[in-house]
């Protein structure tokens, strides 16, 4: 390593995007918000972190703003953006949304549903599990229109470039909430790689251990 911390998390609460690391999962400094260059509008929740070869970060933050063509109902119209941090990410430049949702489609859908997902179901790509060898897509589905939560669930790929080969998602978590996320216990390991047994995360939180099986 070059001295820096090899764990870095990032957790988005309220909209808000924050940033901790530290040498593993039990030892990171407390969260703190990051800074942006110049901000998406309203709520953005950074879901996705890739490095390039030069040492460029770019994420991937699922964007929330009011549907003002609904009136006062709390109801959004959501998009997917792309953004670029040259410090570890601590400091993120937007570079605008990459996918979005028409206003005459998407508001209808409700608060809370992301265009990559249907609108029962969140999820997000992230975990390879070195010891299944596939990755992992963890799902959180709601079963009303207030998305009252009805369960965690798990798909399994073997590729990612081959949309059609996940497996149908299967219940591992009855109620839980949002933002279901997998980080690993093994040295090296973050919420991109795990092994066979690691760590669940809800909403920020983790009170549950997953084992995967063969």
Known sequence: MDGQPHLHVFTSVNGIPHRSEGPDLADRTPAVAVTWVNPPEQGVWLEAVVADDAGTWYGYYHNE???VECGDTGKVTPRIGAARSSDRGVTWEDLGPILEAPPETSVPLGRGTTPKASPTRCGAVGSLHTYLNRYVMLLNRASDVHFTQEGI??????????????SAPRLI????????????????????????????????????LLEFQR
């Open 173 to 208: 978590l009855p109620g839980g909430s949002w933002y279901p996320q997998v980080v690993g216990l093994e040295p090296g390991d973050t919420d991109k790689t795990a092994g066979r047994v690691a760590r669940l995360f809800l909403h920020g939180t983790s009170s549950y």
């Open 65 to 67: 703003r009011a549907g």
């Open 153 to 166: 669930y798990v798909s399994l790929s073997e590729s990612l470039d081959q949309p059609g080969r996940w």
